[in-house]
């Protein structure tokens, strides 16, 4: 297979490599277009050009996602990265009032949060900061309506409130406990609570990512 590529596909790849690193995903076909100078049809040539040359790959033959692929032919590092919706804030103390709006976004890396439909929420308090979980920390979570004692969810109390603890399925009741002594646990019939999802990660400030 031959990596040697002419002046339009190096500029061509160059573009993407950078758009990528910029944006953590490729950009689209108009873009590309628009940023090259060129028509569509110029750009899927040369993405054709790039996939045979083993540089690039596409999810599918006519998806418009495509990766980078390093040396050994894997999908790239900065092509793991997905974007993930913060809907809003959940507390870690009391219970928050559910709020739905959408507050923005967060980069993720796909390869320590591969599952699909992920979603963000704002901590405010510190009932959970044992669980190095913190005041103004970002929650990485999978959507579920079920948990495991001991896993730590989001979970909608009385369909109103909203907040973060880890569950722990009882006889009689579900026990929402922190992860702070200054805190009790909280009990709650069964009726009464809705599990919304698993929290998998947290993201403390611009760069910093946990996984849990």
């Not at 109390?157 to 909203?162: G, H, L, V």
Request: hydrophobic content about 45%; some cysteine; aromatic content about 8%.
């Amino acid at each position: 297979m031959s990596t040697t590529l002419t002046p339009k596909q190096e500029a061509f790849f160059r573009y993407l490599t950078k758009a990528i690193g910029d944006t953590g995903q490729a950009p689209s076909l108009r873009q590309a277009a628009a940023a090259l100078g060129v028509s569509h049809a110029a750009i899927s040539q040369l993405i054709r050009a790039l996939e045979a040359k083993g540089l690039i790959k596409r999810e599918g033959r006519y998806s418009r996602t495509i990766h980078l692929l390093n040396r050994a032919g894997a999908i790239a590092g900065a092509m793991r990265w997905v974007e993930v919706p913060v809907i809003g804030k959940i507390a870690a103390g009391l219970p928050l009032y559910a709020q739905q709006e959408w507050d923005g976004s967060v980069v993720v890396d796909a390869s320590l949060y591969p599952g699909t439909s992920l979603f963000a929420l704002r901590v405010t308090g510190d009932s959970m900061k044992d669980a190095a979980i913190l005041d103004g920390d970002l929650v990485i979570c999978e959507p579920r309506q079920y948990a495991r004692n001991g896993e730590i969810v989001v979970v909608l109390i009385q369909q109103e409130e909203a907040t973060v603890k880890r569950f722990f399925l009882r006889d009689d009741h579900i026990e929402l406990q922190p992860a702070n002594p200054r805190y009790r646990s909280m009990r709650y019939p069964f009726d009464e609570i809705l599990v919304q999802g698993k929290v998998v990660g947290v993201q403390r400030g611009p760069d910093v990512m946990g996984r849990l």
